[in-house]
């Protein structure tokens, strides 16, 4: 699970929860006009600019934003390592068995040990990362899009309520409520937008590009392997991916193996 995700967005709502149930009874601040105006509307606006199948990839895909992690560069790094000293040592034929962490990375796995032409390996891996590349942007532009919408419709909100308000002006009574709808629809639109749909999309956004960015390297990496590179030649190129502590640091643990890297435990 992304703890950096959950943590985040919902200490963002606690916060703003406890905020509201400090000054006076949090139930002020529910109002189904403002509800059924900035979260209906909302989702019917942003439903009438995708198809039905784009909305459900952008819920698999916050789903999976919550759940799963990617893996980070230089532990990618490794495994692919690994996969390159295995098939100097056996063969490519040994490949096919390998518990690959990625689907993407187990199908490169499997062409290599069927005996694919590099050229047709590449084609197909491409092939599979511009649909990701595609799914995942589908995916990412509904919240996009409800980011944009949500503040919108809480305006409009906010006009409704004062127009509201200044019809009835003869009825003091009926200030109130329509001074509420006022303001809570403007605070439902900062909220949805701001809270909750800006930072599924920007999580969307930076995990389809470390994706895309994982998905090269297994591709560069697989046709290395493939073309019988050395393992240290596989390195090298693969290093190029790392930031440039990490790679600063990663020299300095191949000059000294016995000191142990930030994190580590020293060896006994």
């Not at 900062?190 to 590009?209: F, G, Q, S, T, Y």
């Not at 393992?231 to 190029?240: S, W």
Request: net charge negative; glycine share 6%.
């Amino acid at each position: 699970m992304d703890l950096a995700t959950v943590l985040g967005m919902f200490g963002a709502i606690a916060m703003v929860a406890a905020a509201m149930s400090l000054g006076a009874s949090p139930m002020i601040f529910l109002n189904p006009i403002s509800l059924l105006i900035v979260v209906g509307g909302s989702l019917m606006v942003v439903l009438s600019q995708l198809r039905f199948s784009e909305c459900r990839m952008a819920l698999y895909a916050a789903s999976r934003a919550f759940k799963h992690s990617l893996p980070d560069t230089a532990s990618t790094i490794e495994e692919v390592l690994e996969i390159s000293k295995l098939a100097r040592k056996r063969g490519l034929l040994s490949l096919e068995d390998f518990e690959a962490s990625s689907r993407y990375l187990k199908q490169g796995l499997q062409m290599l040990a069927d005996g694919f032409a590099p050229e047709v390996v590449k084609d197909v891996l491409d092939k599979e990362r511009l649909m990701t590349l595609d799914r995942n942007q589908a995916g990412a532009r509904a919240f996009t899009l409800l980011n944009e919408v949500a503040p919108a419709m809480g305006m409009i909100g906010t006009l409704i309520g004062l127009v509201q308000m200044l019809a009835n002006m003869d009825d003091p009574s009926s200030i109130g409520p329509a001074m509420a709808v006022a303001l809570l629809t403007t605070l439902y639109g900062v909220l949805i937008a701001n809270v909750i749909a800006k930072p599924i999309a920007e999580k969307l956004d930076a995990r389809m590009h470390q994706q895309e960015k994982l998905q090269v390297l297994w591709t560069d990496a697989l046709l290395a392997i493939q073309e019988g590179k050395n393992p240290r030649v596989v390195e090298q190129m693969l290093i190029a991916y790392l930031p440039d502590e990490v790679r600063d640091r990663r020299k300095a643990k191949e000059a000294n193996p016995d000191e142990p890297m930030p994190g580590e435990e020293p060896n006994a």
